[in-house]
């Protein structure tokens, strides 16, 4: 039977998760507020096959949909991808990791403290903006250290520190989970004066990565970068992503029961995508943000795009049926617009796309709810009862 | 607000037009939106606003928004407050 961690306990005994590490023991390290109660958790574990009951690990992937899975992966492999993303970065030169995200997310679980362990380097346990002053003393004082980060914490270093936003110490910089923030890299640039900055693409089941690019003027945020050594990716009939890593999770528990990843096999990246030139990927959005609505195809990312065009605030899009049973998608934007701000937004939807990709409402909220590891927290918004209504079609 | 004021909302929900870009001359032919789907979603929405069931055909007819006034008035909406 595995044991279960806590990402506070954790945080608190430093030494805690390496012996879970070093004990055959498989474990799972769950986030503060799980989302998922104790009972799912031991099904899962309960769930695990024979030979994942050993040198393996659990983590809970809450992703941007809400539905939990415990996404296990293997020990070995995840050293193995730790390694590669140690060569392919350049990381020797690197001292220390400065933790930012929550350890329970996999993105850091892999790219920081297993780096940290593989390579006998200094995990700086900052918890980001949840408490500033550590963060910022923790950037003050790194010296050749690493970071990782997603787009959404870019603006806070400003919010944050203001003019102490500098931090020469930081050699590396990587950016995951969200999209590349390309168009704010003089920013961040000015930010991380010492940084070479990193793109890097994945999934839970990837465990988690399959791409990286180093940052370079020119290229789109969405270019994602090459596969790594040991990553194969193909596009199936319907654009999505798939891949076979030799890295990735070997298997998830959800709602359904536990589903192994079987070597050979594609899975899924959970993103529509394509194979660019010179053999570099573009993400074109999740997988369940394009859907068809009268039989029309609806691509959010696309949406989204228009919708920047007119609006300098934050927007995000769900999913939702509309009155006659038909999908149809919500747009929120964050602060609340003016009449003459929304006018402007529904009128880019007029100009640039047909009435069936048109959302059926507009919404905004003070602030968004934001996961922890960054992305905004889309079954949070729906919940949210403080939506304001400022526009809905009639159909 | 009164019922041109109401109309003109409406005209600009409908078919996403921006305060500019809407007047009482405007016609079928000057707005793209105004397809098939535009004639069904304008009369849901006079339905919606003036509780005035307009039907397919009618709706059909209404070939600018004079033409809405035109309809509306025929069912008792009255444009002259």
Known sequence: MAHIIYAKEADSDVKRLLDAWLNPETFVLLPERPGVSREWVDNAVRGLPEDARERHFGLLSSGSTGQPKLIVGSRERAEALARVINDFQELDAARETVLALPLSYCYAFVNQWLWSVVFNRRLVRARGFSAPNLFLDALVNSRDGMLCLTASQVPLFYKYFKDKAVFPGIIRLNFAGAPFPQKDMDRIHGIFPSARIFNNYGCAEAMPRLTARSERAGLEGNNVGRPLPGVRLKRDEQGRILFISRYSAVGFYDDEGYKPIKEGEWTASGDYGEEIEGGYWRVNGRADDVFKRFGEKVSMPQLLDTVRSSWSGEAVFYREKDDNGEDGCVLVVSPEPSEKEYRDILSVFRKNHTRAQWPIRLESVDSFPFLGNGKIDRSALVKRRDKAVHWHQRF | ?81
């Open chain 2, 1 to 81: 607000m009164d019922n041109r004021e109401r109309l003109k909302k409406l005209f600009m929900d409908v078919f996403l037009l921006s305060p500019e870009e809407f007047s009482f001359e405007l016609k079928r032919e000057d707005i793209s939106a105004w397809d098939s789907f535009g004639v069904v979603a304008l009369a849901a929405a006079l339905d919606d606003v003036f509780g005035c069931r307009i039907s397919a055909e009618e709706a059909m007819d209404i070939r600018d928004v004079a033409g809405a006034m035109r309809a509306l008035e025929k069912k008792g909406i009255s444009f002259h407050d």
